[in-house]
């Protein structure tokens, strides 16, 4: 009986997907690092990867999004290496994150410009003027933790990096006996928050991410400048797209005002925490005086 499930062909037990890299090399630097909660292909050639085929069970999204998050905060303790710092590098990932902020700064406030000229509003841009200002709030707590992450990463002298996943969501993990991630192909090596971006813009409808953080950083806590860029990056908002169905603007605004709800939530408890532990750091300086 031959099965298709998205981009994957199922026969039997066996599980075949298109070949679209050299993905043999992953799983053995994951072997090389004892790491094992990845399928181990039955066969890989020229054309195919085929795979044992893996029945799952039930699961509530925030239980596979426990069991993501736990096996990914693993893969980057186990993969984790500290090389020089590469400048170039740093300053470019600084000037693009800028550049775009300054491109969606331009953006908004033009159509902000463009709406408020109108006698009448349709839904979608009626709801996007009531929540613009948490637009700009968001683009300049992103320029502000890139800029602090660029004034931590430059006193130092080597960066952590970490194989990371490349592509985690909640549909790239299999909950059955055991526990495994899927979909290798973007894996590479790279600033471990790469994966915690990637997730979190992917499924952050469908999770509370405030305590999936506060998992992952109890099992790999991040650094400051890991810190600084994840939230940088995460309060980026996306530029709106409108086209001619109204229905579709309105449902698409949602997304991005839910999206700008969430992640300045999120935002704010970071800031608090920080608060609280600086503030714990000036007690202690005092009582040792």
């Given at each position: 009986?031959?099965?298709?499930?998205?981009n994957?062909?199922?026969i039997?037990?066996?599980?075949?997907?298109?070949?679209?890299?050299?993905?043999e090399?992953?799983y053995?630097?994951?072997?090389?690092?004892?790491?094992e909660?990845?399928?181990?292909?039955?066969?890989v050639?020229?054309?195919?990867?085929?795979?044992?085929?893996?029945?799952?069970?039930?699961?509530?999204?925030?239980?596979?999004?426990?069991?993501?998050?736990?096996?990914?905060?693993?893969?980057?303790?186990?993969?984790?290496?500290?090389?020089?710092?590469?400048?170039?590098?740093?300053?470019?990932?600084?000037?693009?994150?800028?550049?775009?902020?300054?491109?969606?700064?331009?953006?908004?406030?033009?159509?902000?410009?463009?709406?408020?000229?109108?006698e009448?509003?349709?839904?979608?841009?009626?709801?996007?003027?009531?929540?613009?200002?948490?637009?700009y709030?968001?683009?300049?707590?992103?320029?502000?933790?890139?800029?602090?992450?660029?004034?931590?990463?430059?006193n130092?002298?080597?960066?952590?990096?970490?194989?990371?996943?490349?592509?985690?969501?909640?549909?790239?993990?299999?909950?059955?006996?055991?526990?495994?991630?899927?979909?290798?192909?973007?894996?590479?090596?790279?600033?471990?928050?790469?994966?915690?971006?990637?997730?979190?813009?992917?499924?952050?409808?469908?999770?509370?991410?405030?305590?999936?953080?506060?998992?992952?950083?109890?099992?790999?806590?991040?650094?400051?400048?890991?810190?600084?860029?994840?939230?940088?990056?995460?309060?980026?908002?996306?530029?709106?797209?409108?086209?001619?169905?109204?229905?579709?603007?309105?449902?698409?605004?949602?997304?991005?005002?839910?999206?700008?709800?969430?992640?300045?939530?999120?935002?704010?408890q970071?800031?608090?925490?920080?608060?609280?532990?600086?503030?714990?750091?000036?007690?202690?300086?005092n009582?040792?005086?």
């Amino acid at each position: 009986m031959i099965q298709y499930k998205q981009n994957v062909k199922i026969i039997d037990d066996k599980l075949y997907k298109k070949r679209k890299r050299n993905i043999e090399e992953v799983y053995s630097f994951l072997d090389s690092r004892n790491y094992e909660y990845y399928i181990k292909p039955i066969e890989v050639n020229n054309n195919e990867e085929v795979y044992p085929y893996i029945n799952e069970y039930e699961t509530t999204n925030n239980e596979r999004a426990k069991d993501l998050m736990y096996r990914v905060a693993i893969l980057h303790n186990k993969t984790t290496e500290f090389k020089d710092k590469n400048i170039d590098l740093i300053k470019e990932r600084y000037e693009t994150t800028i550049n775009i902020l300054d491109e969606t700064y331009q953006f908004y406030y033009k159509l902000q410009d463009e709406l408020e000229e109108h006698e009448l509003l349709y839904p979608e841009e009626l709801l996007l003027l009531e929540n613009i200002s948490k637009i700009y709030y968001m683009i300049n707590s992103s320029r502000y933790y890139i800029e602090e992450y660029y004034k931590e990463i430059d006193n130092k002298n080597k960066e952590r990096i970490a194989r990371v996943h490349g592509n985690l969501s909640l549909d790239h993990i299999i909950e059955s006996d055991e526990k495994y991630l899927i979909s290798w192909n973007n894996s590479r090596m790279d600033t471990p928050v790469i994966d915690l971006i990637k997730f979190y813009k992917k499924d952050y409808e469908r999770v509370e991410f405030s305590s999936l953080y506060n998992l992952y950083n109890s099992k790999y806590p991040l650094n400051k400048e890991e810190i600084y860029l994840f939230f940088s990056l995460i309060n980026i908002p996306d530029k709106i797209k409108y086209g001619d169905n109204h229905l579709v603007n309105t449902i698409n605004t949602r997304h991005l005002v839910n999206y700008i709800d969430k992640t300045i939530e999120l935002t704010l408890q970071e800031n608090k925490k920080d608060e609280e532990s600086s503030n714990q750091e000036f007690e202690k300086k005092n009582d040792s005086v």
